[in-house]
């Protein structure tokens, strides 16, 4: 009994009326955990009664505590039928079982009913007393925390990263159950949110499990989610990134633990450890070994457990021999993988041959960007050799041999953080992904989810091949997802491959780090831009250069991750949000057939996608991007990709060439003329775009530098080539001529349109920005005003002769007045920029496509912003108007020699995955893989960046923030994706916020259609999340992600349902112009921080 | 391709105070964007109609769903659905409670039912008002009616703590909850040219002075009579002025008053010889009046009395305001010098607010 909850139940408000003729309500509440229920007594006639019940105490196992939620139902009292239900009130008491994160559960907690919505308030008190030691406790992970954040929590310092964590459940869906058909919808609404609310906590408790396995105390980027199955059932799903959190105690680290790169980051000396990002270390490889060597087994580290502090002490002095062993020397990453490589690389070339139909299916401009990899090798051979598939048979074999060469290797080493103490990252190779298409089946033992599990690991595995394929030993900034229509389901994972230092393998002790800083100082600044992989053997064609910043090493023309550009970063100008969106037809079809179909069409959208990508980047006269998110998604009848990135220009990358139109059709004198006539257009968007986002890079004089650089602006490659020769590689040089034009060949009524889209886009009303990182590049100034919102938009096509092409512009239509939408409503706020902007689509129906935006505007100070954009590297530069050169010249007549060989590096790997159905319908040998690959480095410094970001202006915010909530009787609450709040400290953490809320109408018109319903239910979700963090004592929740919104409308029965699933980490902040106050108060909060790590860390 | 659904929900509720007010002002949502087009905010911030339609739309929506909060305001302070500002949150109260002079004039002093409701077509032809922004006023004007009807203490006050009114907006609904209470007649041709500012000034000085309120510690307390304290007048006070009747009806009193008044006056008032003809009308009005407030019909008719006996007279004569002003304080003044005449406090209640509600009635 290593536990007891206990709840009281103080009163209710704003009940609703169950009674017509008293028009008052008897209301009485069930408190519900585990098996266990209390009742309080029924307070008569009121809508606002008192309780005031006594304390109702559970003694339960602390398994329960972290799987059950606490369960409060408040009923209408009746003397003569049924008591009627009011609504309920789900409380996840998660956050009380780890000491430093909220000690009560205490507030006002709106009651819901999944019919319904809020049904008025009731006031609640939770409180748990844990009487378990602290072996016993660790066994069943309590005590384990969880992030949603994908960074480091301020506030907390990585003493190890540890590495990846997964983990699924799967259960049969209530919904779909054979007694769904005799049960209200209400019960069956209920069943659903109590069952998922039990996997969550189940699969909780068992990656903590996992985290305890690797000695780590918390998940850091710890993402969740639903896959509804159906028929064939209910998966809840986890990863995350294992760590070892240290929470920074002393008042001057306090400052800095910080949101956005602050001045006093610099100050701090840093053994302070001031800003939690700089830490952590690396785990990749070495800590692979660690894991094995401590706890080979789950039941040997549950036995084990009492020693835990040996073992944790053990990593801070334990050499890692086998550490370097994989490319983790950054400053010659090829060599180590070099012949592994060349392999791989004639196997890539030779297999590309063989496959004549790839190449034809994509026109010219196809071959620029596609390159095949060995990993359309390796999946072959996989293939063949097992057909994979659903049993898992054959999987099980590799996975075993995974095992065993897990031995040497980390399993999976991949993170799911997006940004990283600074020296983290070494290298960044491209954004790596994998996507496989498989048929739904019932899944027959929940208890064995092994068919999903495969799925899983076989994708990951890809990933892992993929990252190798670039020289890289990790993957970053991953995250998996999936779509699923009827039976079909793809699954898609991501992330960037990169090569980390080794020395934040180990233990983050403050001598590796002061002398990595050093290093850092003195060789890498500009290092993560540049490549990791052999550029003799690069696994796709790639345009190589030496890196702007250092000239030493060398760096791809462009660079795609999906990471946050990192705080250190040289960026030159702002950034923007791009997005490239494309629909596919498919026809109908069931089951294999179906499979195959969309195993088809995927090569042909990611390249699409991907070719996209590329021509909207070049057209805003940048060079890399970040944040990348590819979603694709699977309806009845056709396929949607949406990818969302922000574009920057990083000064260490070259200058990116222009978009060159050539028409196929050269007779035609009109043709020509209206080919000029797009040409003009492009190159005029191009020059617009540059001083819209104030991308002015320097112009380097080759005098200075030795002219390593390729100039774009030169018409001649001779001359180029010439003033290269001297320190260039002569394969390199080859490529030069065909970089600076991207060709654009329109030789078809597609093309045509491609290009037309490009032109569409309309740039963000002045004052406005946009990107889908955390922060914006280029500003820093922010003020504390946020506004976080969810907007919802679902068209209906109209069903008459849909084209592939009218589909396109219908949802890029959909798309661009979505965002015009929100520029207009938040006009308000200008300037101000729109952060981690988040489109979801979904095909909820045959003719619907619904698209969901989750984001945060955050004003910002313009005066301040001005300054920011120069660097060190512009300073020291001559700055010369180089813009209208460079717009003016193509080489016109080179592009369509250079043809062959692709100016632009592909970037990122996909590959689709026929294995599910191969061995039903053979049809794998069509296999196509496309991928392309991305390369992407930065270079970065960050001196000025950092000195600028700290002024975030008291005064301006004080004036803003001001005003509101002076006499409100509701505290207010921010939500924002961010991980951080501008203008102020988060001070604690309390806990994962998790909620999954059905919301279902059987009078659909008279809650105002289907915008009054989801408009209501959403607003009621918000409130929801809003009073439990209030509840939790917090004032804010930080990297919050609406991670699902199904929504389902049967006008014609008048009826709708829409499911939910938000979670985000609940904190408390201070305002830092309210910190000197506050800092009295911090005591007590280094007391718990230091409890707790005596728990943990010792 | 239509949008089948579009929604917006921030953390914090937009609210957006232009469209508000069309809201308000009961446009439909087709109207609302027309009228926004017209304001030129398209070519402002360079959006499109069909981005005004939906931010419109939206808009509308969260006021339709605040709205069912605005008829309870603490609910909306106490709410947890929608995070507004109190600043904002105060805006919306004061706004959606706010209401249109020329509603007001048209329903003020009428009962608040249902047969009135009816009337609210002709009204909203007749004001240029929409019928949904009439039905709004009157129904905010019923509501806080309804809440207060029952209660006692200070009529301001209790609007104002139930309705968390502005301190000048909850004096407006005070004054007409009390004309509503008291169905004094404003409607009638005469009263045409008064506004509501005019009436709120009486209803004002006539709660503070002749309701049961007024009298401070009320005697009847503890009384089973279900008066309320600021809404109904005084009925003691009513019957008790009937002994006023005596300054005219005794024809010395009459006489000795007008003297006192002309011997002040003199050579003060420019219309000084028309107001000796006329003083024993005015006064026979004034007292008439007075003496007729027993009966309910009567209170009703107190303003169209007023303004016939007493204004009208005055204003034909083109007595300045200054002069009317001079003569009413002599007027009152002048009975405490009436040796015979015992009901100086009665006359001073009386008298006082009538003074002050002549004033404010007495232009053109």
């Keep these: ?1098 | 391709m239509t949008s089948e659904l579009d929604i917006f929900v921030g953390n914090t509720t937009l609210i957006d105070e232009d469209v508000y007010r069309l809201w308000l002002d009961g446009y439909s949502v087709t109207d609302a964007v027309a009228l926004r087009v017209r304001s030129g905010i398209l070519e402002q911030t360079g959006a499109t109609a069909a981005v005004l339609q939906s931010d419109t739309m939206d808009h509308y929506r969260t006021f339709h769903m605040l709205e069912r909060l605005l008829h309870a305001p603490p609910k909306l302070l106490h709410q947890l659905i929608f995070q507004i500002p109190p600043s904002r949150q105060a805006l919306l109260i004061e706004r959606y409670y706010a209401f249109d002079e020329a509603f007001v004039r048209e329903v003020l002093g009428k009962k608040l039912s249902k047969g009135t409701k009816k009337d609210l077509d002709d009204i909203s032809t007749k004001t240029g008002i929409t019928l949904k922004s009439c039905r709004r006023q009157f129904d905010n004007f019923k509501r806080v009616f309804k809440v207060v009807e029952e209660m006692r203490g200070s009529l301001v006050d209790n609007i104002q703590q139930h309705f968390l009114l502005s301190d000048r907006l909850a004096r407006d609904y005070a004054a007409i909850v009390f004309f509503a209470n008291n169905r004094f007649e404003t409607g009638k041709k005469k009263l045409q040219y008064l506004s509501f500012g005019d009436f709120a000034f009486c209803a004002e000085l006539m709660i503070q002075n002749w309701t049961l309120g007024a009298v401070g510690e009320a005697p009847i307390d503890l009384d089973s009579q279900m008066d309320d304290m600021d809404m109904d007048l005084d009925k003691e006070f009513l019957q008790d002025l009937k002994e006023l009747k005596v300054l005219v009806a005794d024809k010395d009193l009459l006489d000795l008053h007008k003297s006192l008044v002309c011997t002040a006056l003199r050579g003060k008032l420019g219309v000084f010889s028309e107001m000796e003809a006329n003083f024993k009308n005015l006064s026979r009005g004034l007292v008439n009046v007075a003496a007729k407030l027993t009966h309910n019909k009567d209170v009703r008719d107190l303003f169209v009395d007023l303004v016939e006996k007493f204004v009208e007279p005055c204003r034909s004569d083109h007595w300045p305001l200054s002069d009317v002003r001079f003569f009413l304080n002599q007027y009152s003044a002048s009975v405490h010098s009436l040796d015979g005449f015992r009901h100086q406090a009665l006359w001073d209640r009386y008298m006082g607010t009538l003074r002050g509600c002549l004033l404010r009635l007495y232009h053109d």
Excluded at chain 1, 53 to 77: A, M, N, R
Excluded at chain 1, 502 to 520: A, K, M, N, Y
Excluded at chain 1, 610 to 619: A, G, I, P, S, V
Excluded at chain 1, 934 to 961: C, H, L, M
Aim: proline share 6%; hydrophobic share 35%; aromatic share 8%.
């Design chain 1, 1 to 1098: 009994m290593p536990g007891k909850l206990k709840v009281k139940i103080v009163a209710g408000r704003h009940l609703p009326v169950m009674d017509r003729a008293s028009d008052l309500t008897d209301a009485f509440v069930e408190v519900k955990f585990g098996n266990t229920t209390f009742k309080t007594d029924v307070y008569l006639k009121s809508l606002n009664p008192q309780w005031n019940s006594e304390w109702f105490k559970f003694e339960v196992d602390d398994e329960d505590l972290q799987d059950e939620p606490l369960q409060i139902t408040v009923l209408d009292h009746d003397t003569y039928s049924a008591n009627d239900a009011i609504g309920k009130v789900y409380i996840d008491i998660d956050p009380l079982l780890y000491s430093e994160a909220a000690t009560v559960i205490s507030g006002w907690f709106p009651i819901y009913d999944t019919i319904h919505g809020i049904r008025g308030e009731i006031n609640v008190v939770v409180k748990v007393d844990l009487f378990n030691d602290l072996n016993r406790f660790r066994q069943s992970s309590c005590g384990v925390k969880f992030f949603c954040t994908t960074s480091i929590p301020k506030c907390y310092r990585a003493v190890i990263i540890h590495g990846f964590v997964e983990e699924l459940v799967v259960n049969e869906d209530p919904e779909y159950q054979w007694i769904d058909r005799i049960r209200t919808p209400r019960a069956s609404n209920e069943a659903r949110q109590r069952l998922i609310s039990l996997m969550s906590g189940e699969l909780q408790r068992k990656i903590g499990l996992k985290v305890l396995e690797m000695r780590g105390n918390a998940v850091v980027g710890y993402l969740q989610c639903f896959d509804l199955e159906g028929e064939s059932g209910l998966v809840v799903r986890a990863i995350g990134t294992a760590c070892t959190l240290d929470k920074l105690s002393s008042p001057a680290a306090f400052l800095p633990a910080c949101n956005s790169p602050s001045k006093e980051m610099k100050e701090i000396p840093f053994n302070e450890d001031p800003n939690p990002n700089t830490h952590s270390s690396g785990p990749s490889t070495p800590l692979k070994n660690q894991t094995y060597s401590f706890s080979p087994s789950k039941s040997y580290s549950r036995q084990s457990s009492s020693s835990d502090t040996d073992l944790s002490l053990t990593p801070k002095t334990a050499p890692y021999p086998q550490g370097p062993r994989i490319y983790l020397c950054p400053s010659s990453p090829s060599l180590s993988c070099g012949s592994l490589h060349l392999k791989k690389s004639c196997l890539l070339l030779s297999e590309s041959s063989l496959t004549p139909h790839h190449s034809s299916l994509v026109s010219p401009v196809l071959r620029k960007s596609v390159s095949f990899s060995e990993e359309l090798f390796l999946a072959a051979s996989g293939m063949g050799s097992g057909s994979a598939g659903k049993e898992g048979g054959p999987f099980k074999a590799l996975l075993r041999q995974q095992t065993q060469s897990a031995l040497e290797q980390r399993e999976f080493p991949f993170f799911t953080l997006t940004a990283f103490p600074p020296g983290f990252l070494v290298h960044v190779g491209g954004v790596v992904s994998a996507r496989s298409v498989k048929l739904l089946d019932r899944i027959h033992n929940p208890d064995e989810p092994e068919t999903r599990d495969a799925w899983w690991a076989e994708i990951r595995q890809e990933i892992k091949s993929h990252a190798k394929a670039l020289g890289c030993h990790a993957v970053v900034g991953y995250s998996e997802s999936t779509s699923i229509c009827e039976e079909v389901c793809i699954l898609s994972a991501s992330g960037t491959a990169a090569v980390l230092n080794p020395r934040f393998l180990q233990d983050g002790t403050v001598e590796g780090c002061l002398e990595q800083r050093l290093e850092e100082n003195l060789s890498t600044r500009c290092g993560f831009c540049h490549i990791p992989y052999d550029e003799l053997n690069m696994p796709f064609p790639a345009h190589l250069t030496y890196c702007y910043n250092c000239r030493k090493q060398k760096v791809p023309d462009v660079l795609f991750t999906t990471i946050d550009l990192p705080t250190d970063a040289t960026v030159i100008g702002k950034g923007c949000l791009i997005q490239a969106r494309l629909c596919r037809l498919k026809k109908k079809a069931q089951a294999e057939a179906n499979a195959t179909a969309i195993s088809n069409l995927l090569p042909f959208m990611e390249y699409e996608v991907h070719t996209q990508l590329m021509n909207k980047l070049k057209l805003k006269g940048m060079n890399a991007l970040f944040g990348l998110r590819i979603q694709i998604t699977v309806g009845e009848n056709m396929l949607m990709g949406l990818a969302s990135a922000t574009g920057v220009y990083l000064a260490a990358l070259p200058t990116p060439g222009g978009i060159q139109i050539a028409g196929k059709t050269p007779n035609d004198g009109s043709y020509e003329q209206h080919i000029s006539h797009m040409q003009k257009k492009i190159n005029d968007t191009i020059a617009k775009n540059k001083e819209l986002y104030e991308i002015n890079p320097p112009e380097i004089s080759e005098e200075i530098i030795g002219s390593p650089i390729p100039e774009p602006r030169q018409r001649s490659r001779l001359l180029r080539s010439q003033s290269e020769s001297s320190d260039e590689v002569t394969e390199l040089d080859l490529s030069h001529g065909k970089k600076d034009a991207f060709v654009l060949e329109i030789d078809d009524t597609d093309a045509m349109e491609d290009v037309h889209s490009l032109l569409t886009d309309v740039p963000p009303p002045s004052g406005f920005y946009s990107c889908n990182t955390e922060i914006m590049p280029g500003i820093n100034n922010w003020t504390s005003e946020i506004q976080m919102f969810t907007s919802v938009r679902v068209i209906r096509l109209s069903s008459l002769n849909l084209t592939n092409q009218a589909l396109n512009k219908n949802f890029n239509d959909l798309c661009e007045n979505l965002l015009k939408s929100l520029y207009f409503k938040l006009r308000s706020m200008i300037p101000c920029c729109l952060c981690h902007v988040n489109f979801t689509v979904s095909l909820p129906e045959d003719e619907l496509i619904q698209v969901t935006v989750t984001a945060v505007a955050i004003t910002f100070d313009k005066n301040q912003a001005l300054q920011t954009t120069k660097t060190p590297v512009e300073k020291s530069l001559q700055r010369a108007s180089t813009d209208n050169e460079e717009l003016l010249q193509f080489p016109l007549e080179l592009c369509s020699d250079s043809l062959p060989s692709h100016p632009f590096p592909p970037v990122k790997a996909t590959s689709v995955d026929y294995s599910s159905f191969a061995d039903r319908c053979s049809s794998w040998i069509e296999l196509i893989k496309l991928k392309a690959q991305t390369i992407r480095r930065g270079s970065i410094k960050t001196t000025v960046t950092v000195e600028k970001a700290s002024p975030v202006g008291d005064g301006n915010f004080r004036n803003r923030s001001a005003p509101p909530c002076a006499n409100s009787t509701v505290g207010v609450v921010k939500m924002t994706p961010l991980s951080f709040i501008p203008g102020a400290k988060i001070t604690k953490y309390l806990g994962i916020i998790n909620m999954f809320f059905i919301r279902e109408t059987t009078s659909l018109r008279e809650e105002g259609g289907v915008s009054g319903f989801l408009h209501a239910f959403i607003a009621e979700v918000f409130a929801m999340v809003r009073a439990h963090v209030a509840a939790l004592g917090g004032n804010a929740v930080v990297s919050y992600i609406m991670k699902q919104c199904v929504f389902m409308e049967n006008p014609n029965k008048n009826q709708a349902q829409c499911l939910i699933n938000v979670s985000g980490d609940a904190v408390v902040f201070v305002r830092e112009s309210d910190l000197e106050v506050v800092s009295s108060q911090q005591p007590t909060t280094n007391c718990q921080s230091s409890c707790t790590e005596g728990e943990v860390t010792t």
